[in-house]
C-alpha cells in the first residue's frame, strides 16, 4: 500500500513560483502513471500534471509552459514546479498514483472511469496554494 504526502504548499504572490514535493511511502518504481491533480473551491478537481514510467509528461492547456512535473524514483518522491502563478492557479493540490496510461504510452489526466481516464489507485492528503 503507498502512502503519499504532499509538501510546499503556500501563499505566494502573482507571478511567484512553488515546488510542490509528493513522498511516497512505498516505491513508485512500478507505478504506471502519476500526477498531479487540483481543486479550487466550488470546483471540481481536475488534471493539472501526469508522468509516466519512461519520464512522459502531460500537462493541462491552463499550466503548459509554467509547471513542470518531475519525479525521482530513488527518492520515491514526485515534484511540480510551478512558475508565473496566476491567481486562477489557487487550489488544493494533490499528487496521485497509479492509473493506467493511454495505449502508446501517456498518462491522462482527465479523471474518470473506463478507458482513457485517470482513476488513481492512491490520493494524497492535499496542500494549499494560494495565489494573490
Known amino acids: 500500500h503507498v502512502q503519499l504526502v504532499e509538501s510546499g504548499g503556500g501563499s505566494v504572490q502573482l507571478g511567484g513560483s512553488l515546488r510542490l514535493s509528493c513522498a511516497a511511502s512505498?516505491?513508485?518504481?512500478?507505478?504506471?502513471?502519476m500526477g498531479w491533480f487540483r481543486q479550487a473551491p466550488g470546483k471540481e478537481r481536475e488534471g493539472v500534471a501526469s508522468?509516466?514510467?519512461?519520464?512522459?509528461?502531460t500537462y493541462a492547456d491552463a499550466v503548459k509552459g509554467r509547471f513542470t512535473i518531475s519525479q525521482d524514483n530513488a527518492e520515491s518522491t514526485l515534484y511540480l514546479q510551478m512558475d508565473n502563478l496566476k491567481l486562477e492557479d489557487t487550489a488544493v493540490y494533490y499528487c496521485?498514483?497509479?492509473?493506467?496510461?493511454?495505449?502508446?504510452?501517456?498518462?491522462?489526466?482527465?479523471?474518470?472511469?473506463?478507458?482513457?481516464?485517470?482513476?488513481?489507485?492512491?490520493w494524497g492528503q492535499g496542500t494549499q496554494v494560494t495565489v494573490s
Open positions: 496521485a498514483e497509479n492509473w493506467d496510461p493511454l495505449y502508446g504510452g501517456s498518462c491522462p489526466i482527465r479523471l474518470g472511469q473506463g478507458p482513457g481516464a485517470a482513476n488513481p489507485d492512491h
Open positions: 512505498g516505491s513508485i518504481e512500478n507505478s504506471l502513471c
Open positions: 508522468i509516466d514510467n519512461y519520464g512522459t509528461a
